[in-house]
């Protein structure tokens, strides 16, 4: 679909939005957004055939009555408050994995803050080679581009300040509290929530592009989790016993992500870490640290660095710097 053939069904669909209370007739909206009769009904029927229910009546015009459950491209673009992150948005109704259609936009020179999302992913892929599991149609699964100006060794932080703002963002949207187990998988009661994978495209020390995938359980009815993830994962929905619109949790996610970012590049990491380490599960408490090649580690987890990077002092008080694996308590 060209640009402003989309364009015009977004407006159509704001003009819908703001009037809801009432029918607009199909002259108002030719005239206001310079179209034909004809091509409004056609983008109606459209938005009807993406699962929004609209009144049509003589005389009288349109009316949206309500709107599909999952994620929309239309919806998500209307009120989204965000400067850049967003503004380019690659929607799917189902997908391989946003993370790698990312990657490849990235590669292809997609801008900073394009973001891609999916109402359905079939592939997804988590950290250190798990796969990532998303039920269609209930959860969050996107995959954010970004190309900040920073020397490698920094962009750990970013995955800390991702975990951040989804924790902040499922604070405000349901008033859970979270908590954060390093580096970034987001936990309620010990229940995985929240997965982020965190990669790079990167030429010697000079960092192109950073890809932040964030998968999250919103929706997911609790028999829609295989069972071998049953006992450690959980939704928002499962936790609350309520639904969560997932047009408007997006919208807040990616504005509360756009202001800790530019945070974060104005102040520097110090601001972040301690809004990360308010939320950290680990730290001070004795854990097990497996590498990706299987290696083991055991002790005490003694904080992150400025960098980001975790600290781990084994029996013989050596502290080494973890950057990448799984941890649990021991
Ligand atoms: C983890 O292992 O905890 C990280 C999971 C990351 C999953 C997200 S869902 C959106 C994006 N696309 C993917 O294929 N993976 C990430």
Known sequence: MGSSVANTKKQILKMLYDNQDHFLSGQKICETLGCSRTAVWKHIKDLE????????????????????????????????????????????????????EALRLADDGAEDGTIVITNEQVSGRGRLGHTWHSAKGTNIAMSLIL???????????????????????IEEMTGLSCSIKWPNDILYQGKKCVGILTELQ?????????????????????????QDIDSRATSLRAITGKEVDLVPFVQLLLKRFEEIYHLYLKEGFSVIKLMWESR????????????????????????IDDEGVLLLEDNSHKVHRIYSADIELS
Not at 83 to 91: A, V
Not at 218 to 224: C, I, L, Y
Not at 280 to 303: D, H, M, N, P, W
């Open 147 to 169: 190309r900040p100006d920073l020397p490698i060794q920094k962009t750990p932080q970013l995955t800390l300040l991702t975990a951040v703002a989804v924790t902040r963002t």
């Open 280 to 303: 950290a599960v680990s730290l001070g408490k004795r854990i097990k640290v497996r590498r990706a090649g299987g290696e083991t580690l055991e002790g005490y987890a003694r904080g």
């Open 49 to 100: 055939n993406e699962g929004f229910i609209i009144e049509a009546a003589q005389k009288k015009g349109y009316r949206l009555v309500s709107s599909p459950k999952g994620l929309n491209e239309a919806r998500l673009s209307i009120g989204l408050e965000t400067e850049r992150l967003g503004r380019r948005l690659y929607f799917f109704e189902s997908i391989g994995s946003t993370q790698k």
């Open 202 to 226: 990167a030429e010697a020390s000079y960092v192109k592009s950073v890809i932040i995938g964030i998968g999250i359980n919103v929706n997911t009815d609790k028999s829609a989790f295989p």
